[in-house]
């Protein structure tokens, strides 16, 4: 790319598209999208700036979703520009649009050019940067194409304003891995029970030293020397013993309290036992660690101020492995795909098939 600014990309689910406002649509045809007739190059257009307390340089925004950073030095080491990246996605999540965490192959590098279009060059082989690029290339397979038809599309002003909402909600919290409630939130979403539990407890652990800190070691005021070295002892102050003294202080509510150590007890058998915990335990993780949260960015006052992150997290879930409806009116259907056959369907016909005497199936004898 003649005169391109050097960048680092990163894609991330959902596949969202990124406008700059309503006269900036994105309306393909069905023709258009199966023949890759689309307009590609809008794809690599910039929608965006975000303050992401990098100045003189920003976080940009491409049309399709795609984040750039500069590509300064800090930012040439994968594992710093992917905390960038996570710390914008966690404060637009938490400011009210979902979004999933970047992984580590999902960071690339490119050029942009002066007139606003990024290219990626490589680096990024990730499940969410390979549907970008291919969709940037005109490559998107037949089962992928249909993400450009309707995708979900937001509008700068939707960022800006998610983005301002989550980075203050987020302050109140004090010094905790915000990029830790990003990979909880991804991980539930993904049913992953065990990491998703793991990545909120260590973030509701922070909330809870937080806690301590504020409203035992130094509240009303600090204890002698001596008597802080025994409140800062953690072999005596377990987390456990933590939330009990905040519960009888006042500050836990009793169905807080009792969600907290139920999911401590769960993290602790995974940790020493592998014992998995299901949708059930990391559901009570998620709320609890949202509730905690909430507790200590209202001053122990309010306990559903993040409840709203809840409820977006939670609806992007379906644990379930059968989905509740298997038939649809034809009215509901806008487009459809015909599946190739296989032996065994009624459409099959009469063509011939290999069959392996010892793979075929047969009846168990006594079974109901």
Request: aromatic share 10%; net charge negative.
């Amino acid at each position: 790319m003649k005169d391109g600014i050097p960048i680092i990309t990163a894609n991330a689910k959902p596949f969202r598209f990124v406008c700059r406002g309503e006269n900036d649509a994105w309306s393909p045809s069905l023709d258009e999208v199966n023949s890759r007739s689309y307009d590609y190059v809008k794809l690599h257009r910039m929608s965006a700036y975000l303050d992401a307390g990098i100045a003189p340089f920003s976080l940009g925004v491409c049309f399709d979703g795609t984040l750039v950073l500069p590509a300064i030095e800090l930012y040439r080491d994968r594992e710093a520009a992917l905390a960038k990246f996570n710390q914008t996605l966690v404060e637009l999540l938490v400011g009210g649009l979902y979004c999933e965490a970047a992984g580590p192959d999902d960071i690339g590098y490119g050029f942009l050019s002066m007139e606003g279009y990024s290219r990626v060059l490589g680096g990024a082989d990730g499940p969410a940067a390979a549907v970008h690029k291919a969709a940037r290339m005109k490559m998107l397979g037949t089962l992928e194409n249909i993400h450009l038809l309707s995708p979900e599309i937001v509008t700068a002003a939707d960022l800006e304003t998610a983005l301002k909402k989550g980075r203050s909600l987020l302050t109140r919290l004090g010094p905790v891995p915000q990029e830790q409630i990003l990979y909880g939130a991804t991980f539930y979403v993904r049913k992953q029970w065990a990491e998703s539990l793991l990545h909120l407890w260590t973030t509701t652990e922070r909330l809870v030293e937080t806690a301590w800190s504020q409203h035992v070691l130094t509240y009303p005021v600090s204890p002698s020397k001596k008597r802080r070295a025994f409140l800062e002892d953690h072999r005596t102050w377990t987390v456990s013993a933590k939330l009990e003294v905040l519960h009888q202080k006042g500050l836990l509510p009793a169905e807080t309290y009792e969600e907290l150590d139920e999911v401590r007890k769960a993290r602790n058998n995974f940790a020493h036992r592998g014992t998995a915990p299901g949708h059930g335990l990391a559901n009570k993780a998620l709320r609890a660690c949202f509730e905690m949260a909430s507790l200590c960015a209202s001053e122990f006052k309010e306990r559903n101020l993040f409840s709203e992150v809840v409820e977006l997290i939670d609806a992007r879930c379906r644990p379930e492995l059968y989905p509740k409806k298997t038939r649809f009116e034809s009215s509901e259907v806008t487009h459809w795909l015909a599946i190739p056959p296989i032996p065994g369907d009624e459409n099959w016909g009469d063509a011939p098939y290999e069959v392996i005497e010892e793979f075929r199936l047969r009846p168990i004898e006594g079974a109901a």
